[in-house]
């Protein structure tokens, strides 16, 4: 966690409003509209609060759209990794990641937007995506080497390369969705990810 999104929910109780709540508030403005799009009476509309709260509590519209990736990023980790550690085979973990990105594909991917509108320009954005990619990322590849000992995946192409298969495929559902695919055909995309790792 940035220190400065540490700091912000430590104080969230000397707040007339809820910080938290206020955050999540400003994370699905950022989602639906992107940084550029997003002006402050949106933001400050959204998470009811006046602008001089946003900046004293927040330190501007930058500083305020880090802490969302960062928050949205942790709790979208926290998800990936729940549906990969359900019981069972490895294989029907990283299916049931895989149905919940199909799940929520319809709703903006505040992940993937932060790379369309910034891509690599702003290290202080790019460390926090980072941070949130390398857990899943360490996950996925233990529960792939697991399937590969299970036989539901194949030996001949190294864990790593296998995860990048995958978080391209996820990225590639949520884009598709958004671009008015059915879920019908977001579960085509999972099937044959599924099928070309055996």
Request: glycine share 6%.
């Amino acid at each position: 966690m940035i220190p400065e999104l540490a700091t912000l929910l430590s104080m969230a109780r000397y707040k007339e409003f809820d910080v938290e709540v206020a955050l999540n508030a400003a994370i699905a403005v950022f989602r639906e509209y992107g940084y550029a799009a997003t002006s402050a009476q949106m933001l400050t509309t959204a998470m009811k609060i006046g602008r001089q709260s946003l900046y004293d509590t927040f330190g501007g519209k930058w500083q305020l759209y880090c802490s969302a990736v960062e928050r949205y990023s942790a709790d979208e980790t926290a998800a990936h990794i729940s549906m990969l550690q359900k019981e069972g085979s490895a294989i029907n973990g990283i299916e049931a990641m895989l149905e919940r990105v199909i799940a929520e594909a319809t709703s903006p991917c505040l992940g993937l937007s932060s790379i369309s509108d910034f891509a690599n320009r702003e290290t202080d954005l790019q460390a926090i995506r980072d941070r949130a990619a390398k857990g899943m990322f360490e996950v996925l590849k233990g529960k792939i080497s697991q399937a590969q000992v299970e036989g539901d995946i194949s030996s001949s192409t190294l864990p790593e390369q296998v995860a990048l298969f995958l978080v391209a495929n996820i990225a590639g559902i949520r884009m598709a969705a958004r671009g008015g695919a059915d879920e019908s055909s977001l579960h085509v995309i999972k099937t044959l990810a599924i099928q070309a790792l055996k």
